[in-house]
């Protein structure tokens, strides 16, 4: 069995059980997970970990932390606290037709992908977002292509780069780091 817990911000936030064989991972929650993880004796060795079975054990966890913390995509779009202008931006530019292009280079998917990014995190600028969008709401940039050329206009490349301050804010945000142990079955 292993036992995953997931450390954010110096509390503990989830933890996952992960048996040997087909069962399902569960969740337990802080009292079961240190019960389990109390040692019955003090004086108890520690003991090899297996050279096999730990590492799928994990990636069990792993994958049950993924779906536990994971807002599944209807919810992400029901949530999208942009303005009305940032939504209308999003659905053009997420239209299949605009994303899957067959005109479209790997550069020009690159692009389109880095702005929904953009939009999607609130990073337009509402300026640049009122002109996107009067842009867009012309009948003449109807064509996917059209849709890239007013996207490339209207959008600073700045925009795409991370600022030193961003930079800094991110060596200081807090660290996920993921505390896992190996149970031995006892005798």
């Not at 299949?96 to 880095?114: I, M, N, S």
Request: hydrophobic residues 40%.
């Amino acid at each position: 069995m292993n036992l995953s817990g997931f450390e954010n911000n110096t509390t503990l936030d989830k933890f996952f059980l992960a048996p040997t064989g087909h069962p399902p991972t569960v969740e337990l929650d802080f009292l079961t997970a240190a019960r389990i993880l109390k040692p019955s004796d003090v004086n108890e060795t520690r003991q090899p970990i297996p050279s096999s079975g730990f590492y799928d054990l994990l990636d069990k966890n792993k994958t049950a932390f993924l779906a536990a913390t994971t807002v599944e995509s209807d919810q992400a779009e029901a949530s999208f606290r942009g303005s009305p202008t940032d939504s209308f931006i999003s659905k053009r530019v997420k239209d299949k037709a605009v994303r899957l292009c067959p005109q479209f280079t790997e550069e020009d998917e690159e692009f389109v992908a880095k702005v929904i990014r953009l939009i999607d995190d609130g990073w337009l600028p509402k300026p640049t977002s009122k002109k996107l969008a009067a842009s867009l709401k012309n009948p003449e940039n109807l064509h996917p292509l059209k849709v890239l050329g007013v996207l490339r206009h209207a959008i600073k490349h700045e925009l795409f780069h991370a600022s030193p301050a961003a930079h800094a804010s991110q060596a200081l945000a807090p660290r996920e780091v993921i505390l896992s142990s190996f149970l031995v079955p006892q005798p």
